[in-house]
């Protein structure tokens, strides 16, 4: 099993740029913001400690990894 890391807003920024996804400061806090239903685009929470927004990394990637292979599914032929 593997323990967990958990990084905050900039870091999660810093970690999708690696991946080639290019963020600004306004997108990520945008992502984390809940919406109307108290939902969040990414699986952001609120550290009980330190009291700021923080995600898992691996869940983080995996989002993206997702999103990605939902979109080759998705390419029409032709």
Request: net charge positive; hydrophobic share 40%; aromatic share 6%.
């Amino acid at each position: 099993m593997r323990t967990p890391c958990y990084v905050d807003l900039d870091e999660a920024r810093q970690i999708l740029a690696d991946m080639g996804v290019e963020l600004n400061e306004r997108q990520m806090k945008r992502a984390a913001e809940m919406d109307v239903h108290g939902r969040r685009k990414l699986p952001f929470f609120v550290d009980p400690i330190g009291g700021k927004l923080r995600i898992e990394k691996q869940a983080l990637i995996d989002a993206y990894v997702r999103r990605q292979v939902q979109a080759e599914r998705n390419l029409r032929p032709g």
